[in-house]
Structures are given as C-alpha cells and as structure tokens.
C-alpha cells in the first residue's frame, strides 16, 4: 500500500495538518506530491508498517518534529537525513538497522531523543558511543 491522494481521499489538502497518524497500515512507501502538501506537520507516526526504505520524503518536511518509524524493516538511514533540521525525536526501534551512521549523532542540531531499541546495531561503535552521551537514548543493544 502506498499513501497517495487517491488512496487516502484528498489527504494532500490538509495543509494545516500538524500531526499525521498512519500506524498499523500496511503502507510500502509515501507518496511525494501528497506528502510535501503537509507543510505545517510536526509529527509524523508511520510504525507497524511495511516501509523496507527510509522515506526519502520526509527529509524534505522542514517542520516535521518527531517522526516515528518503529516496527518496520529499515535497515539503512539515509545521508539525507541531515536536511531534518528541525528533527528533535526520531523512534527507530524494532526495525533491522545494523548500524547507526554518524552523521545522526553530530548533525542534527535539534535532536534530543533518539530510540533504536531491537535492532541489529553492533555494539561499542563509535556514533553508539557518542549517542549516549549526547541526549537521551534507548538503545538497547
């Protein structure tokens, strides 16, 4: 399934949306043109999905706040992820992420809380070691 205009019956024209709740739907993937509508959203919930990539379109939601992607199968973060420059909670857990990329830990200015728990993260890794140290965490490692 895929969050489009048609499949979500004009989602795109809540442009004043801030929170946007899309758990437990099966969604594969985002739709970009329907997505980057939702200029105000701060909060975005995509867990319990079936998201196998990092929604390239959400590093491009400049007020997006917290975003959560837990209980999918991401297994990458992308470098565009450093664009989130208003990104202040990211919830990653349950998902089959084997390492977290530095640039997570020094690039992202605003980001306060970061959850990685069931992972497949390797221990004693640099970016870990700076994550705890940091802001809060849950690892889990």
Do not use: C, W
């Amino acid at each position: 399934a895929v969050v489009s205009t048609q499949s979500t019956g004009g989602l795109g024209r809540l442009r004043s949306l801030k929170r946007l709740i899309l758990t437990h739907n099966s969604l594969t993937d985002l739709d970009e043109r329907t997505m980057l509508k939702l200029r105000e959203l701060t909060d975005l919930q995509l867990g319990y999905n079936l998201l196998r990539n990092f929604p390239d379109v959400v590093t491009r939601m400049e007020k997006l706040e917290e975003l959560s992607l837990i209980h999918n199968q991401i297994s990458l973060l992308p470098d565009e992820v450093v664009q989130m420059r208003s990104l202040e909670k990211l919830h990653l857990d349950n998902n089959v992420l084997t390492e977290l990329p530095e640039y997570v830990t020094l690039q992202l200015p605003q980001l306060r809380a970061l959850t990685l728990e069931n992972n497949k993260l390797k221990p004693n890794t640099r970016s870990t070691q700076q994550t705890r140290s940091k802001f809060y965490y849950k690892i889990g490692l």
